[in-house]
Every structure is written in C-alpha cells, then in structure tokens.
C-alpha cells in the first residue's frame, strides 16, 4: 500500500503530468536553441568579413542564374546513383555470400570476392574514379564502354559493392547458427533456408547501415564530374568559373541537401525503431 501521506493518482493525473513535463521540454529546448542559435548568427553576421562571404557564397542573383543548369546536372545524379544503388545491392550480396558458403567448388569465387572486398575499401573511392574513367579507355579494347557516365557508374558500384558486401556479412553472421539447423531439421534445403530465413533476418538487421552506405553513394555520385560527366557539381564549377561567384557550388550543395537530409531523418527512424524492438535503447526513454 502506497504511504498514508501520498495521495492515489489516477491515469488521467499521470497523462496530466507527462503532457506537462513534454510542454516544458519543448519550451526549455525551443529556448536554448533560439539563444545558441542567435548567438552563432549574431557572432557570424557581426563579423567585418560577412558582406564579403556573403556575396560571394549567397548570392541571390547568381543563384538565381544558376539553379537551373545546376538542377539539370543533379537530376544526372540522381539517375546515376538509383542505377548504381541497384548494381550495388546485388553484387553486394553476391560477394557476401560467396565469402560466407563453404562450399569448397566456390573457393576460385571467394578469392576473388576477398580481393575484390580488400581493393574496393582499401582505395579512395576517387581514386578508382580516377582509375576506371582514365585506364580502361586506355586499354583500347574492343567492347569497352567509353561513355563517362558508365565509367563513372562502373568505379562507383565496385567500391561500394565491397563496403556493402561487409554490411551484408556482418548480418549474416550474426544470425545464430540455430537458426538454420532449425530450418534444415524441419526439411528445407540450405539453399531454401540461407533464402527464407538467413538473409531476412540478416537484411532487416543491417538496413539502416546500408542506407547509410547510400547516403554516402547519393554525395559521391559527384566525383564521376573529375572524369568529365555533366552532373550537378560540374554544371556547378561551370557557372562559378562565368561567374567569379562560390554560389552556384552553394545551389549544388543545397540540392545535395533536401535528398540527404530526408535520407538520413529516415535512418535514424528506421535504427530507433529497431533499437527498441530489441530491447537496446531502454535509457531512450518510454515510446
């Protein structure tokens, strides 16, 4: 029994006093915002560089001027990575399994794959840009593509095939060995058990990291421009090199924003939810 001193609380006294205390939350961290915020803008737009930094960086006029190629250049972006994204999943996954399986026939297989995983995250993802977009044409083989926006899309899926591949490994080794005994004992083969019940429970366990892994993809679609692809960073650098003016880059970096903002608001979503499935975020608070 409670103590003679305190009084019963009902369930609309304790709904009372969590709506209170999520107002008062809300109003301290509105206000300890507003006056961190203001500070840092008072401290920025004070300073006697602004006017400078501002007409070159935030041009109104000039961005005015350049939104429109550096927006035709982005929507190349956004192609290119929806292209690449797919390449990446399944060659990803490819690597990953291969790696996995024990098959002793797949041996040939999982050298290539332990190379191809070590050399993808071993070297700047520019520097297989690099390397891709300059050597192959090089070679002059026939059957060769030679387009900047294929080259591009080809250096890009083998670097992140290899850090994807390892997302997909690291899921898949962390489903318990129990799991698919359990699913040979009641009669599917390994293929349908690696099929119905590893990979599932791998893929939902890694997803946020591989979304990660896209956010990272959707920015470094910008480095197919050092090989010469029209897309939003080179439309970018051409209307500054016009203009003498930093703010078509600023456009560029603004378009880049609204997909990756969105993007990363929805991985974080997606890991809270897990993390509260499992039982792992218990000092986040209740739901």
Request: net charge positive; with cysteine; charged share 15%.
């Amino acid at each position: 029994m409670p103590p003679a001193d305190r009084p019963l609380t009902t369930k609309e006294d304790r709904n009372r006093a969590r709506r209170e205390h999520r107002r008062r939350t809300i109003a301290i961290s509105t206000a300890s915002t507003v006056i961190v915020l203001g500070a840092v803008a008072a401290w920025i737009f004070t300073s006697h560089g602004w006017p400078s930094v501002r007409d070159t960086f935030f041009s109104w006029t000039w961005f005015k001027r350049s939104i429109g190629p550096v927006a035709s250049g982005f929507w190349v972006d956004v192609q290119l990575f929806l292209i690449v994204e797919a390449i990446v999943l399944v060659l990803g996954l490819l690597i990953a399994l291969i790696r996995t399986l024990q098959a002793p026939v797949l041996f040939p297989l999982k050298i290539v794959a332990v190379i191809w995983a070590d050399i993808g995250r071993g070297i700047p993802t520019i520097m297989i840009v690099y390397l891709v977009g300059f050597g192959l044409p090089a070679l002059q083989l026939s059957g060769l593509p030679t387009g900047v926006r294929t080259l591009g899309g080809i250096a890009l899926s083998f670097s992140y095939a290899a850090y994807v591949s390892e997302v997909y490994r690291a899921g898949i080794l962390s489903v318990h060995p129990s799991q698919g005994a359990a699913a040979l004992a009641l009669g599917l083969t390994r293929l349908q058990s690696l099929r119905h019940v590893v990979l599932p429970q791998a893929i939902r366990r890694v997803l946020p990291p591989l979304l990660n892994d896209f956010i990272s993809l959707q920015k470094d679609v910008a480095l197919v421009s050092i090989i010469g692809a029209s897309e939003a960073l080179r439309q970018a650098q051409v209307q500054e090199a016009l203009a003498f003016n930093f703010t078509p880059l600023m456009a560029a970096a603004l378009l880049y924003l609204c997909v990756t903002i969105p993007f990363t608001r929805i991985v974080d979503q997606l890991l809270l939810r897990q993390l509260r499935r499992q039982g792992g975020a218990l000092a986040l608070g209740p739901h």
